[in-house]
């Protein structure tokens, strides 16, 4: 009965990422895969908003994205995208990001939709993010250390200040 106990306490703690990222979302923003959204940025018909923090956009980001951040993000600072719009919105994982997909969508952007998996899954499926200076760069700011275990080893460099 002890080993039976002991099993269950190291199996909750061995979580898949996708079982992480299911715990995480409230469902209230469509996901929208990173392959889906890289074929999207190839035929430049979305708009790409990262809801990270400046610092972690600095470090790096999806190409073509716009910075909008989570903390102090406020609906003006889009405006100037039209409501009937494709909107992406990302962050690490995704959790943030649905947060500032739901605001978009009670503004009344009619096609708001959240990456599954956030920037960490964008950089897994092996895809480019790019630096300050538009660069493509390697480095992928991971939150911290205890997050930064969902980029997987050899996808990308991991920065944690």
């Known amino acids: 009965m002890l080993f039976s106990f002991l099993q269950s306490l190291v199996a909750c703690g ?15 923003v469509p996901l929208v895969k990173p392959h889906q959204v890289k074929e999207k940025l190839i035929n430049k018909d979305v708009v790409i908003l990262d809801t990270r923090s400046a610092r972690e956009f600095t470090v790096s980001h999806l190409p073509n994205a716009k910075f909008v951040g989570y903390d102090h993000f406020d609906i003006s600072q889009v405006k100037d995208i039209p409501k009937d719009k494709e909107v992406v919105v990302y962050c690490s994982v995704g959790y943030r990001s649905e947060k500032i997909g739901e605001k978009l969508k009670k503004a009344g952007y009619e096609n708001v939709s959240n990456m599954y998996g956030g920037i960490f899954q964008w950089k897994n ?4 993010v790019v630096n300050q200076e538009g660069e493509v760069t390697d480095s992928v700011h991971t939150y911290n250390k205890r997050w930064g275990k969902w980029l997987e080893e050899g996808k990308g460099i991991k920065v944690y200040e």
């Open 14 to 28: 061995q979580q898949s990422y996708d079982q992480k990222l299911q715990s995480l979302y409230s469902n209230t």
């Open 125 to 128: 499926q092996g895809f480019d």
